[in-house]
């Protein structure tokens, strides 16, 4: 009887998904105009002059970020320059050459020369040849906060002490007491993986969050700590209570909702969320919040996911989303609430 009632369950599940996902289907952006890692409006021109080898647009974009005080997007300016110059830096070399002390030039370079050192054998060591270029760029930025970011990530990588990256942090904070890029590398400086524990990455992402500006999204930092959590083995403090990872979600969930649908600014925090709600099984909350990303997958935290399926971070997205779809449909009875069906007595009945 056991085997029957397994198969007859797994047979109505199998027509509901069928039925169904066709219509959850229909809520989400199609799989061929989702992008991964999509530059915004103003950093799209300055790649695609990057490309063509001319580093001026790179230049202004940067000096209007740093002129205006945008640290945010500044901070993601870098990073995404760097990233595309990791294999066509040609641009960033003729930028570099012609202006040698640009403070923009210097940081886009440290930025790359960083991540460079990052994925040697021997990180820390060559990390630590870099520390009189993180210094220099740090020093020469009296309001900046994205070198002192740049500074913190350097320190973890380069075994740097508590009282060093304390340090460092004061700095940092002085500069831009909300700045995302920064709370984000001293959680990882925190975190079980690194120098802290599950409880100390937590207690430090919930108090940020409670002490973030409105619309800040260090208020989602807690979704960040509780991915950490989700991936890496308990320690010594034990796995991260499922009771905090849920309120973690549901604090990045309000911040999500406060902005537009398909809104690019937001679009790594609801893809890290997304990742949340997927491995708590939180199948409605992932349908919608795959609905606000609409096309803009992002490659954290999808790239560095070590689950099973595809290795490409797109892949891992749409395969997510099609996850959930699928569990949605197969939840969902076979007959709606509220539609008129024939019973044994009716028409076609039996």
Known sequence: MHSTMSLLRALVGTLRSARHAPRFAAGLVPDDDVLLDAPDERLAPALVAAALGDPEPAAKLLATTRD?????????????????????????????????????????????????????PARAERLRELAPLIEEIAGDAPHDPVPWRL????????????????????????????????????LKYLSAQWYGSHRAAFDFAEQAADDAAPGSLVGALPVRAAYDGLRVPPGPDGSVPAARVDRAVTRALALSAEFPVGDPWPAEVRNLLAYVLVARERWEEAWEEFGRIGPYATSFPWGAARDTGPADPLLRFLAARDRVRGELARRTPLRGPGRGTAGRGGPGGH
């Not at 960033?92 to 050459?97: E, G, I, P, V």
């Not at 740097?160 to 904070?173: D, I, K, M």
């Open 68 to 120: 205006a005080g945008e640290w945010e997007d500044r901070d993601r300016y870098v990073t995404r320059l760097a990233t595309f110059a990791y294999n066509r830096g040609g641009w960033l070399t003729r930028w570099a050459s012609a202006t040698p002390r640009d403070p923009d030039a210097l940081l886009v370079t440290a930025q790359l020369s960083v991540r460079r050192a990052w994925e040697s």
């Open 151 to 186: 500074a913190l990530d350097h320190a973890r990588g380069a075994h740097a002490g508590h009282a060093v990256f304390e340090s460092l942090w004061e700095q940092a904070v002085r500069r831009s007491p909300h700045h995302y890029g920064c709370h984000v590398a001293a």
